[in-house]
């Protein structure tokens, strides 16, 4: 079968898509590798048509985008349904689209397309590549246009807003989970393995017995699982469709640990408060939970006495509460919950913003004090570094981020060296770890005085609290006997990661002040490794007898594609 190629030769179009030489773009999608996909109502152009009759398609006295042209350039103005499939097709960048708009009045001039007439391409291209986000998909149009305003009013913005999700919450990709005592996996096909302490069935198998392997949950059977998380004795789960299942302590907000009363749920029970919300992520933090629905707003459960997280509430209270202040009309693309506080990664039209509120102990709410936040509040820090946060990590004392530039900063109580500053003192404000100053981070995550960095070639760095193995710094620790390891109060690369030869892309810690901590390292081909605490199972690999906890790496058996 014959291919029709467009040739770009527009210097703005290909200075933004980063080549200097014509673009050949496919216009037959049956020859290609990906599927066709429907751009924005605009009726298809046969090949045969375009070819056989050259002269009524791009007429040779009229080659010109806008005043003087050159023989052989692409006439832009006079087939623009072109362009929006290279647009599309080329996946750019919401800032890419908006660098076109700035640079060639062709680009933010309406394009007479239906249904919005008034819609530039550049504004089509990034509703099109909205339309291809799986969140965007089963919204109704009131629904999309009412996220386009939540957004800004721009399609554009919106498409930052979406892709922004997706990145710093692997959503639609496997994942694992290191929960207190017990690990959830999610394969990418939506299945739920989990293995660990079951002593409140947060297993989901339907008793309460520990499971030192991986299993399945087959009671989710036909349901596509996108997301998981893990406290203390309990595991939430949030399908494709927005639905939240819960499983163990029947509680979203009882203390972590000391409480009693609570009853046990043993398989996977859907949260009927939350029915009318479509959520994408949920966070549990000591004495509440938080959820995010697909609109970027925050909804949190308990711990309401005093206003603690802007609404009053009591402790046992099942539903939900939008969080009211800063936020309330801003959309958010990521939560995280530590001890007794929330982060909250905010899309402004400008940029990327973080948000605490909470217990400010130890400084971890980065407002340069200790005080409590009653309400969202900004954290400023950012602005002064110049700094545009992509991912947020909220420790039991400490939290940390990853900008936009691979720079990570680390704040809140510094104990064993957490924070990567080389002390432990405390820092109340935003810091940036000088240590990795040579290094690109792309992802980051926290426990309990423990932190992990990915960067962006996949090495993996630990600093911290050095008990239970869990940062993977062996010191010929793999029979649960010889000295223990030390705390590292600087970043240091996992070398038995790296001798792996796969590279990490997600990393998961248990976040837990009661029990000792376990680590997964993911990797890009969906291979998982454990090590740390394994008394209870929660590696799901087998330890020799009398062995409670793994210094190395080891590949847990199971099939995360």
């Known amino acids: ?25 496919p216009m037959d999608a049956t020859t290609s590798e990906t599927a066709p996909i429907q ?7 046969s090949v045969s048509s375009i070819v056989t009759n050259p002269a009524s398609t791009f007429p040779l006295s009229k080659r010109h ?24 097709a080329c996946n750019l960048d919401p800032k890419d689209l908006a660098k076109l708009e700035a640079t060639c009045s062709f680009f933010r001039q309406p394009a007479n397309f239906a249904p919005d007439y008034e819609l530039s391409i550049s504004e089509l291209a990034a509703l099109d590549m909205c339309r291809k986000r799986a969140i965007f998909k089963p919204m109704t149009t009131e629904q999309q246009q009412a996220l386009k305003q939540r957004c800004g009013g721009s399609w554009k913005l919106a498409l930052r807003f979406l892709l922004a999700g997706e990145a710093c919450c692997r959503r639609e990709k496997f994942l694992a989970i290191a929960g207190p005592g017990h690990s ?22 339907g008793t309460t017995e520990d499971e030192s392997r991986p299993r399945l949950i087959r009671s989710l059977q036909g349901i596509r699982i996108i997301q998981a998380v893990a406290g203390s004795g309990r595991t939430m789960l949030i399908s494709d469709a927005g639905r939240v299942y819960a499983f163990g302590k029947d509680s979203f907000g ?15 029970k859907l949260v009927e408060s939350l029915k009318d919300i479509f959520v994408v992520q949920a966070a549990i933090g000591n004495f509440f939970t938080a959820v995010l ?46 001890y007794c506080y929330l982060l909250a990664l905010a899309c402004h039209p400008n940029g990327m913003s973080v948000y605490s509120v909470g217990c400010g102990l130890g400084g971890k709410l980065g407002h340069g004090s200790r005080t409590d936040e009653k309400h969202p509040r900004l954290i400023e820090q950012f602005q002064l570094l110049n700094l545009q946060t992509v991912v947020v990590a909220a420790g039991a004392w ?23 500053h080389g002390n432990e003192e405390c820092e109340s404000s935003p810091k940036v770890v000088e240590a990795l100053s040579n290094v690109k981070a792309v992802h980051v995550a926290t426990g309990d005085y423990t932190t992990f ?97 793994r210094g190395n790496p080891e590949q847990v058996d199971i099939d995360l594609n």
């Not at 751009?39 to 152009?45: E, G, K, L, R």
């Not at 096909?189 to 947060?202: D, E, H, R, T």
């Open 39 to 45: 751009f924005c109502s605009i009726p298809d152009q």
């Open 184 to 205: 959830i996996t999610v394969t990418s096909k939506g299945a739920v393995y989990s293995f660990g302490s079951n002593s409140s069935g947060q297993l989901g198998h």
């Open 453 to 549: 960095v990915v960067s962006d070639d996949g090495d993996v760095y630990s600093f911290g609290c050095g008990e239970s193995a869990s940062l993977g710094h062996n010191n010929g620790i793999a029979d649960g006997e010889g000295n223990r390891n030390p705390h590292i109060l600087s970043p240091e690369l996992v070398t038995s990661l790296k001798q792996i030869n796969e590279r990490v892309v997600q990393i998961s810690l248990t976040n837990s002040i009661y029990w000792n901590a376990h680590t997964f390292a993911l990797t890009e081909s969906g291979k998982l490794y454990a090590f740390g605490a394994g008394d209870k199972g929660q590696l799901g690999v087998e330890l020799m007898a009398n062995q409670t906890e």
């Open 293 to 338: 629905s697909r609109e970027g707003r925050v909804y949190t459960f308990s711990w309401g006495s005093d206003s603690r997280l802007g609404h009053q509430t009591e402790p046992n209270d099942l539903e939900p509460r939008p969080l009211m202040g800063a936020l309330e009309n801003t959309p958010v693309v990521q939560i995280a919950a530590g």
């Open 65 to 88: 985008c806008f005043g003087e042209s050159y023989p052989g350039e692409f006439p832009l103005a006079t087939n623009p349904s072109i362009v929006l499939h290279v647009l599309t």
């Open 398 to 420: 400490h939290a940390a981020i990853v900008g936009q530039d691979g720079r990570v900063c680390t704040w809140g109580w510094g104990r064993y060296g957490c924070l990567g």
């Open 254 to 268: 009882e203390a972590e640990y000391g409480a009693q009363g609570a009853p046990v749920v043993t398989t996977p």
């Open 1 to 25: 079968m014959s291919l029709f190629y467009v040739f770009v030769k527009s210097q703005p179009f290909l200075s933004s898509l980063g080549t200097a030489e014509p673009l050949a773009v």
